[in-house]
């Protein structure tokens, strides 16, 4: 599913959000996401999703050895990786990281069913635990989202006050997954060419428009082949989940504690499906609808719809600060002013760099996290004022972030599309499902649809997605946590989530709708994050709720 060009891969929270910017001294990297897979597969047909004792059904064509040969080979990776244990040293300087945190690698095969075959390895970061050794209880992961996004910056959270409690008792551990940043990087495209501005993205596109959009997902469809080879095919959410095992045991782990954000929740839902056994503690914060038919097409349709809502939600929050941004004291007029903007980047770049395609990027990012509604209203502000300075700030590609953004992108592509036989291969149905939805929900949708197109003309193989759901007593107490308007995983996917595993526990923040709630501002949600991480403690109904956060404060 989708996440912001700004933020790629979903920090989870505001908080982890700053703490992913601080260390690179730029923006963060993230696509806008919403959304955010599955089984492996031999290069001539599909193969298995992989089985618990709540077992997923084979693909009528695959072969059932296939998918035990990969069992056999995660657990034979996993041993290895117990044996070998992890050299903490120093994080090289492209961490970034302060001296406090501590980097190491794990050795994963590429393709789990060879796992003697050739290797790749993971970068890993890790503070230890700050209260005595009576207190630990282990290790704790986190994968931000995306797909795409980076962890490594986790361990900067250990210090902060919504999670200093929790990091008494477990050392925090982040990772860059398969394909991301130093770990075995993916590329697609040059990232001068992904970053070129600026660029206008019509709300609703002509057929000429269409024509020059299906050519450029064909071409960076091709350009992933032609980076990857071979390996494009093993970036999937299935051998996400496997990497995740062989990390837990790298660690000298016997379960696993682990959060998930955003997509961070889908794999992280998939791993509890493989390996129930293996896990100890599990947050699911802001998840993304497991259906298997929701993945990803229908998902992203969903999202697109979600953002429109939360949109509205912005520019209702505008309009009441009217006479600090004199943008329109009604969500229509706000929406006037916005367009207007919109028209004269049409015609003149703010900066050379800013048009309508930026324009858009930029306030997405408000769908996703409400503490950039006022920013971005004062810059859209100050703009018609004749200032173009914020929205420039706002708004440009930054040089220093394309690498790391065309990197997020390329992994986000590459799992999404590998991920999910779903994904209509002929342009006349994205076109009829778009521009329906389009007349509904016009602010995300073709963006949204653009993002996304590759996986129409994806020249590696597309399995199955994964049944996910646990029986019974199989799984220990998880924690699923959700903003009642989120857009990017709307809240639909944590009801569905929270019906599949057995013995999970859902936490609404009602009312609200940043994307990533976990060590927010809500010291509620927080409260029944702390007391699951350190007693295993769930609400005793399988459900809670909190007040929303405040809302932001306006700044002129």
Not at 163 to 183: C, E, L, M, Q, T
Not at 203 to 210: G, I, M, V, Y
Not at 486 to 512: C, F, K, Q
Request: aromatic content about 8%; hydrophobic content about 40%.
């Amino acid at each position: 599913m989708r996440a912001p060009l700004l933020l790629y891969g979903f920090a989870g929270s505001l908080v982890l959000t700053a703490l992913a910017a601080a260390p690179a001294g730029s923006a963060p990297a993230a696509s806008p996401q919403a959304g955010s897979t599955p089984a492996e597969s031999t290069p001539a047909r599909s193969s298995p999703t992989g089985s618990s004792p709540a077992a997923n059904a084979l693909t009528a064509d695959a072969p059932a050895l296939l998918e035990s040969a990969e069992a056999r080979g995660t657990a034979e990776a996993a041993r290895r990786a117990a044996a070998a244990g992890l050299d903490w040293a120093a994080c090289p300087k492209a961490e970034a990281l302060p001296d406090s945190v501590r980097c190491a690698t794990v050795t994963v095969p590429l393709d789990y069913a060879r796992p003697d075959g050739r290797k790749i390895k993971l970068t890993v970061s890790r503070v230890k635990a700050r209260g005595e050794a009576s207190e630990r209880q282990g290790a704790f992961l986190f994968n931000p989202g995306g797909p795409g996004g980076s962890g490594m910056y986790w361990p900067l959270a250990a210090d902060t006050p919504e999670w200093r409690p929790i990091s008494k008792a477990y050392d925090f551990v982040g990772y860059a997954p398969r394909g991301v940043g130093r770990s075995a990087p993916l590329s697609c495209q040059d990232p001068k060419e992904f970053a070129k501005a600026p660029s206008d993205e019509p709300t609703h596109p002509d057929s000429a428009h269409k024509r020059k959009r299906v050519a450029e997902a064909k071409a960076y469809a091709e350009g992933c082949a032609k980076n990857a080879g071979d390996a494009l095919r093993h970036y999937t959410t299935l051998n996400n989940a496997r990497d995740l095992d062989v990390l837990r045991a790298a660690l000298g782990e016997k379960k696993l504690n682990f959060m998930g954000a955003s997509y961070g929740t889908y794999f992280g839902s998939v791993y509890a499906t493989l390996f129930p056994s293996h896990v100890r503690r599990m947050v699911f914060d802001s998840a993304v609808n497991p259906d298997p038919e929701q993945i990803w097409y229908r998902n992203n349709l969903q999202q697109s719809l979600a953002f429109e809502t939360r949109w509205s939600d912005f520019r209702g929050w505008v309009a009441k600060h009217h006479k600090t941004y004199r943008l329109g004291s009604s969500v229509e007029a706000v929406q006037s002013s916005y367009e207007k903007v919109r028209d004269r980047l049409a015609r003149k770049p703010a900066g050379g760099r800013v048009g309508p395609g930026q324009l858009q990027s930029a306030f997405l990012q408000a769908g996703y996290y409400d503490d950039f509604w006022p920013r971005s209203a004062l810059a859209l502000s100050k703009y018609l004022k004749g200032d173009p300075k914020p929205l420039v700030e706002l708004a440009a590609p930054k040089p220093a972030s394309a690498v790391e953004d065309e990197n997020g992108n390329a992994v986000y592509t590459a799992v999404e599309c590998n991920d999910s036989a779903n994904w209509p291969r002929d342009f006349a149905d994205w076109d009829r499902d778009n521009s329906a939805l389009a007349r509904l929900a016009p602010f995300e949708t073709w963006d949204n649809a653009w993002m996304n197109l590759p996986c129409a003309y994806w020249p590696a193989p597309r399995q199955q997605p994964v049944d996910v759901r646990t029986a019974p007593g199989e799984l220990p107490a998880t924690l699923i946590l959700a903003a009642e308007r989120d857009a990017a995983t709307p809240y639909r996917g944590a009801v569905e989530l929270h019906r599949r595993l057995a013995g999970s526990a859902l936490v609404t923040e009602r009312d609200a709708g940043t994307h990533g709630v976990a060590g927010g501002p809500n010291k509620c949600v927080n409260g029944h994050v702390a007391t699951y991480m350190l007693s295993g403690r769930v609400p005793e109904s399988g459900s809670a709720n909190c007040k929303p956060h405040a809302e932001p404060e306006a700044a002129g």
